[in-house]
């Protein structure tokens, strides 16, 4: 499996590194250079000011001498990192430099010396009017004295001194940045562990599933979209695996059950042919094979039936109908039955018509499929009572028998497809064990629901529920 998850990861927190430092190294520089720039040329023009007002104005005030401003101006300069301290009169010459003496009879002018080059500002940078070889930021302070600039204070400080103390705090920067750089490493961390690591495992199981490994086991013990998406997985996988095992058995149900009546029927017939059923005994046992071919029929019909009713959105054909006529129909169609065994039916009706919604012939093959039962399992000379009630907007139908009941662990598996309980074999050999199913996929179908209430030697009781007709409350209301 590729990494390419952690490698985006990777490469976004190396691209969010190298665009921290272009940061760093642009703007931050040019904010710092500027800040100490600024900070210097200040700290330097209060300190020219100073001097202006008091050594540089009692010289030209004739108050002391300029070898006294010198020595004090000396003392200053080296106090300040050695910057260069100068006097400058406003014709360009240099009347005193805090680096050097200068001679009387020297004069050093500077050339195309120009107090205003400041432009509004107090200092300026740059060569000083070719003064020197590197740029220095000069700072300008005017001496007055009798109401008249008679020189000017000039500090130089080499630029290159300015970017290295510039340098100093961009340093920190630099150090702030790895120190956040590695701090986000946890950012990582909690990635891997949080995002990562979990991911690979459902991933991991996903490819196990895929292949048919539907037993894969696997955790991801985290109470976040992370561990519940791993949970859901391993809830589907289950799904799956106990789907594929109902198909198992539902297909080893259909062939045994297919089988039994198979083997009869090839028992008796090559028994007639081989002479050891005599021929006129062949009537009985065509008739048993008879009954056998019924009963494949049944299992045919009865599994066709269940498999249309699975289909996911199961097309009801919902109609209006009246529900007593349809239970008065189904009844008279077992009449015969009930003759032979001498049961009879009593029919419980709520008015002589109620009229519901739902799909008349799917409904029809519920109460045939239930009222066969309760046939199937009474004694005989015993009484099957099919009522009706009507509760809110529901009609709950009830077929009630007094035969042989289901024990109670059997009453939750007769929905189940080919159940039969123990007891109810011995009464009924035909029984496919698929009526109870399909009664229970229709019901679902129309959104109802049906119960069974039973106990074992006195009788059973099933209700199931159906919507009545929209056009029937309107009726009440009237
Ligand atoms: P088929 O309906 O295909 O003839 P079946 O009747 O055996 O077969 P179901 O209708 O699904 O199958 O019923 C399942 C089982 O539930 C029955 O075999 C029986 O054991 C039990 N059962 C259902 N109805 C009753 C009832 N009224 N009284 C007692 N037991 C019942
Ligand atoms: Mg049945």
Redesign the pocket.
Known sequence: MKRTLYLKFLIAYLLFGIFGFIMVATFVSNMTVEHVRRNTAESLYAEATQIANTYAADLYNSETSLDAVMQQLTALSKYMNGAKIWIVNPSGRLVLDSSRTIEQSEEIKIDGFDPTITAGSYYTIGNFFNSFSEDNLSVFAPITASYKVQAYVVIHVPMSQIRHKADEFLNISYLMLVVLFLLSLIILIFFTELVYIPLRRITQATEQYAIGNMDYEFSVESEDEMGYLAASLSYMAGEIARQEDDQKKFVANVSHDFRSPLTSIRGYLSAMLDGTIPPEMHDKYLGIVLNETDRLT?LTN?LLTLNNLNARGMLLEKTEFDINQVIRNTAASFEMTCRQKTIAIELVLTDDKMLVFADMSKIQQVLY?LL???I??SHHDSVIKIETTEKKNKVFVSVK?S????PKE?QKM?WERF???D???GK?K????????I?KEIIRAHGENINVI?TVGVG?E?IFSIPKSASMDSDEEV
Do not use: E, M, Q
């Open positions: 049944k009865g499929n066969d039962n309760a199937k399992f028998d035969g042989i009941g289901i059997d007769v159940y039969k309980s007891t109810s074999r009924d035909k029984g496919t064990g698929l009526g109870l199913a009664v039973s059973t099933f």
